[in-house]
């Protein structure tokens, strides 16, 4: 749902006040503020506005007096509009038994909704967008044009040329950037398994690392690692261009297809904003198992409170295409790896972003996993 659709219904439900003409608007916070902004509340007859936060009352809220709740004559209120999302059903209670209003009161959401409407996505706004609830895999996918579009190959090549010829600094999903910055969580996490190998070497596993995005970004960060192996596991076109054009001393690409334990231990296996977009997330969850890296690094990794399948999609300035995308539930992703692994880190992803639903939000994650065994290896 758009913010456009949702505003379009809270304005439909808002029409049920044409003929009252003593409101009260109860919650003096953002949510209103929105309203009155986007929605014709105000040309209704709002007489007052209520909150129940005393650090609030007697304030000055769009030219109206804030008030608590036994300063208003409910008797005589025709109509509540409650604006605080999520306690509308505690709201109405409160109105009805113990403040005694028997006048209209006018609930803006669905009990199932949760995320208040400006926070859904605004489709004159172009961005990245995640969006619907689908029953499966296969549904979402019949919506999406997908990661292995020729045309997202092109662009992703062209874009590794420019950082390759330093026209650009990094690039993510094709898109460039011409300012270092480095992703820190996932190097301090490299760092502190050399320091552990006495820089002796760190061999990496990649899964779904394009065409070298994280490692092209933070090359020149690592730079001191002793015998840096990294490998990128990959879907055929990528890893055929990969090994193809882009192979170096430390650099190496193989298909995501393959086992892992074909190419000897890995100290890390990292998935960067991957392993939500792989179909068959259960399969390589039980590689990383049996490949038993001494840590587990997740990146960029969609949360929330429930498991979700949607579409996300990409605007046309950063490369036009569209991809089925799974939300884990947090305490899903925690219990992928069993007892062989404990969690030592948990934060905010290098790339920080949201996902906002008509029923929910999601954000984005940053995980390590060390395996519990004292030798790997």
Same mark, same amino acid.
């Given at each position: 749902?758009?913010?456009?659709?949702?505003?379009?219904?809270?304005?439909? @439900?808002?029409?049920?006040?044409?003929?009252?003409?003593?409101?009260?608007?109860?919650?003096?916070?953002?949510?209103?503020?929105?309203?009155?902004? #986007?929605?014709?509340?105000?040309?209704?007859?709002?007489?007052?506005?209520? +909150?129940?936060?005393?650090?609030?009352?007697?304030?000055?809220?769009?030219?109206?007096?804030? #008030?608590?709740?036994?300063?208003?004559?409910?008797? /005589?209120? %025709?109509?509540?509009?409650?604006?605080? !999302?999520?306690?509308? &059903?505690?709201?109405? #209670?409160?109105?009805?038994?113990?403040?005694? /209003?028997?006048?209209?009161?006018?609930?803006?959401?669905?009990?199932?909704?949760?995320?208040?409407?400006?926070?859904?996505?605004?489709?004159?706004?172009?961005?990245?967008?995640?969006?619907?609830?689908?029953?499966?895999?296969?549904?979402?996918?019949? $919506?999406?044009?997908?990661?292995?579009?020729?045309?997202?190959?092109?662009?992703?090549?062209?874009?590794?040329?420019?950082?390759?010829?330093?026209? *650009? *600094?990094? %690039? @993510?999903?094709?898109?460039?950037?011409?300012?270092?910055?480095?992703?820190?969580?996932?190097?301090?996490?490299?760092?502190?398994?050399?320091?552990?190998?006495?820089?002796?070497?760190?061999?990496?596993?990649?899964?779904?690392? &394009?065409?070298?995005?994280?490692?092209?970004?933070?090359? /020149?960060?690592?730079?001191?690692?002793?015998?840096?192996?990294?490998?990128? *596991? $990959?879907?055929?076109?990528?890893?055929?261009?990969?090994?193809?054009?882009?192979? /170096?001393?430390?650099?190496?690409?193989? @298909?995501?297809? $393959?086992?892992?334990?074909?190419?000897?231990?890995?100290?890390?296996?990292?998935?960067?904003?991957?392993?939500?977009?792989?179909?068959?997330?259960?399969?390589?969850?039980?590689?990383?198992?049996? *490949?038993?890296?001494?840590?587990?690094?997740? +990146? =960029?990794?969609?949360?929330?409170?429930?498991?979700?399948?949607?579409?996300?999609?990409?605007? #046309?300035?950063?490369?036009?295409?569209?991809? !089925?995308?799974?939300?884990?539930?947090?305490?899903?992703?925690?219990?992928?790896?069993?007892?062989?692994?404990?969690?030592?880190?948990?934060?905010?992803?290098?790339? !920080?972003?949201?996902?906002?639903? !008509?029923?929910?939000?999601?954000?984005? =994650?940053?995980?390590?996993?060390?395996?519990?065994?004292?030798?790997?290896?």
């Amino acid at each position: 749902m758009f913010l456009q659709e949702k505003l379009g219904d809270i304005c439909e @439900r808002l029409k049920a006040l044409e003929q009252v003409s003593d409101i009260v608007v109860w919650g003096a916070g953002l949510h209103t503020c929105k309203l009155f902004e #986007k929605t014709n509340l105000l040309s209704y007859g709002v007489k007052h506005v209520v +909150d129940m936060d005393s650090r609030k009352q007697g304030n000055s809220y769009f030219g109206f007096p804030i #008030k608590a709740p036994e300063e208003v004559d409910w008797e /005589n209120v %025709e109509a509540v509009v409650i604006s605080v !999302p999520g306690k509308e &059903a505690q709201i109405e #209670k409160i109105l009805t038994e113990q403040l005694g /209003n028997r006048g209209l009161h006018v609930k803006l959401y669905e009990e199932w909704e949760s995320s208040p409407f400006y926070r859904l996505y605004d489709e004159t706004v172009s961005g990245v967008r995640y969006l619907g609830d689908y029953d499966s895999w296969d549904s979402a996918k019949k $919506e999406c044009r997908g990661y292995g579009d020729a045309a997202i190959i092109d662009k992703v090549s062209g874009s590794i040329g420019r950082v390759l010829d330093g026209s *650009a *600094a990094w %690039e @993510r999903d094709g898109y460039l950037f011409y300012k270092q910055k480095y992703a820190y969580q996932i190097c301090a996490a490299i760092l502190r398994c050399a320091v552990q190998n006495e820089n002796q070497g760190v061999r990496i596993l990649d899964i779904g690392g &394009a065409l070298g995005s994280t490692y092209y970004q933070n090359r /020149n960060y690592l730079k001191d690692i002793k015998k840096l192996e990294y490998v990128i *596991a $990959e879907q055929d076109s990528f890893a055929d261009y990969g090994r193809g054009k882009l192979e /170096n001393d430390e650099l190496r690409f193989i @298909r995501s297809t $393959e086992d892992y334990t074909e190419y000897g231990s890995f100290d890390i296996v990292l998935m960067s904003g991957s392993l939500q977009y792989i179909p068959c997330d259960k399969e390589i969850i039980r590689k990383v198992r049996k *490949a038993e890296p001494r840590y587990i690094i997740l +990146d =960029r990794l969609l949360v929330s409170d429930r498991n979700r399948i949607c579409r996300e999609t990409v605007p #046309k300035e950063i490369c036009e295409s569209s991809y !089925p995308v799974r939300i884990y539930r947090e305490e899903d992703v925690k219990d992928f790896w069993g007892t062989d692994y404990q969690l030592v880190e948990e934060d905010i992803s290098s790339v !920080p972003e949201e996902a906002c639903f !008509p029923d929910g939000r999601a954000e984005s =994650r940053f995980y390590v996993f060390e395996h519990t065994a004292e030798n790997i290896g």
